[in-house]
Structures are given as structure tokens and as C-alpha cells.
């Protein structure tokens, strides 16, 4: 079965700080995607970056950057230059295979961003 | 493009009671999911439906179904309510293709089973 470890509960950063969230995840297939979503306060979740596991090449989108570790079964996200808007929990997800868009989630990770 | 929307969005039940909760996919969108969003299990796949048709099912009792309508919406129901089915109840759709679709989230219907 596959599944997603955020060993984090909570972790705090100072606004234009840099912060990195951990996620690993567990699975055997090969092909597969990886994400990283968000969900503020306002419970709406909002997708923050993904990553396929065919490619080598870590996603960036803007302030967020990954490092995928294929073999170690690694997915990080990290945030530089912290903004308050970026307060609220984060969930790293997998996505089994190509023809289902059912998400495992992690436990997710509160962030709280501090002037 | 209105993004999805989830009916109610606030519903208070008791135990015994059955539940209904709506999702209306973005328009264009031929596949919607469901999670159950609780503090104590986290965020937990229900179902996915595609073109009327259950595609996937997560780890839940019978007492949880859904369906999926022609024009895409999507309801589940909760039947014999239990105090544990008190939740977030997500859903979120996408085109449901192949390739990679991303999927839109709702803002959820909050349930509480007194």
C-alpha cells in the first residue's frame, strides 16, 4: 500500500526566511506524481507545485522548489522568502497512477509565518 | 470560470440521520472525488467518479455512496450517521483525462454528527 509520512507537525519561519518541509512516501510502482497543496485558514485547498516522478529535474513554480529524491523515496518542498500569506497547513500528496486522480495525502505540516 | 461548489456548506446532523452533500464540478470537468477530512485521520479518499461511473473507492463502510449525474455533479450520501463521520467533507474536481489533469478543490460542506 502506499503511503505518505510528514514527520513534521508544525514548524515556524520568520517572514523572507527560507523554510523546507519533509515529506517521504512509500510505493512501488514507477510511475507516479507527487504534490505539494495547500490549505489556509479559509480551508480552501489551492495546489502549490507537483512533480512527476519520470522527471529528474526538481519542479520550481515562483518562491517554491522541490528537491525529489526518487530513490529515497524523498519529496521536500521549500518556501524561500517567506511571506505571511504563505500561514497554513501543508499537504504532501501522491498520486498512484495515471488513470485515477486519487490523492494519498500526508498528515500535512502547519506552517506559521511570523513578522 | 465559477470554481467548484460544494452544498451546504454547514450541516448538523444526529446519530441515526442520513446525509446528503452536493459538489458541482467546474464547468467542463468530467471527474470529481470526494475526502473526509477529520483531525484524527487526516484527509481520507472516498470515491471517484468519471462520466457517471465509479472509478476508484476508498477504505469506508457501505453506509458512504455517491453518484455521479450526467452533467458531472456529484452527491454523496451518508447513511445511519455516526458521531466518528463528523468531518470536512472535500471535493474536487478535474477533467478526469489521462494525462495529468490538475484537480480543482471545493471549499467543503462541514459536517457535524450530534
Known amino acids: 500500500a502506499q503511503t505518505v509520512t510528514q514527520s513534521q507537525p508544525e514548524m515556524s519561519v520568520q517572514e523572507a526566511e527560507t523554510v523546507t518541509l519533509s515529506c517521504t512516501y512509500d510505493?512501488?510502482?514507477?510511475?507516479?506524481?507527487l504534490f505539494w497543496y495547500k490549505q489556509p485558514p479559509s480551508r480552501q485547498m489551492i495546489l502549490v507545485i507537483r512533480q512527476e516522478a519520470y522527471k529528474q529535474q526538481n519542479a520550481t513554480e515562483n518562491r517554491f522548489s522541490v528537491n525529489f529524491q526518487k530513490a529515497a523515496k524523498s519529496f521536500s518542498l521549500k518556501i524561500s522568502d517567506s511571506q505571511l500569506g504563505d500561514t497554513a497547513m501543508y499537504f504532501c500528496a501522491f498520486r498512484p497512477s495515471y488513470n485515477t486522480d486519487k490523492l494519498i495525502f500526508g498528515t500535512g505540516t502547519r506552517l506559521q509565518v511570523f513578522p | 470560470k465559477a470554481g467548484v461548489t460544494q452544498t451546504p456548506r454547514y450541516l448538523i446532523k444526529t446519530r441515526g440521520q442520513q446525509v446528503t452533500l452536493s459538489c458541482s464540478p467546474i464547468s467542463g470537468h468530467r471527474s470529481v472525488s470526494w475526502y473526509q477530512q477529520t483531525p484524527g485521520q487526516g484527509l481520507q479518499f472516498l470515491f471517484e467518479?468519471?462520466?457517471?461511473?465509479?472509478?476508484n473507492k476508498g477504505n469506508f463502510p457501505g453506509r458512504f455512496s455517491g453518484r455521479q449525474f450526467s452533467n458531472s455533479r456529484s452527491e454523496m450520501n451518508v447513511s445511519t450517521l455516526e458521531l466518528g463521520d463528523s468531518a470536512l467533507y472535500l471535493c474536487?474536481?478535474?477533467?478526469?483525462?489521462?494525462?495529468?489533469?490538475?484537480?480543482?478543490f471545493g471549499p467543503g460542506t462541514r459536517l457535524t454528527v450530534l
Open positions: 474536487a474536481s478535474s477533467l478526469g483525462e489521462q494525462s495529468y489533469n490538475e484537480q480543482f
Open positions: 467518479y468519471f462520466s457517471e461511473t465509479q472509478r
Open positions: 510505493t512501488s510502482e514507477n510511475n507516479y506524481y
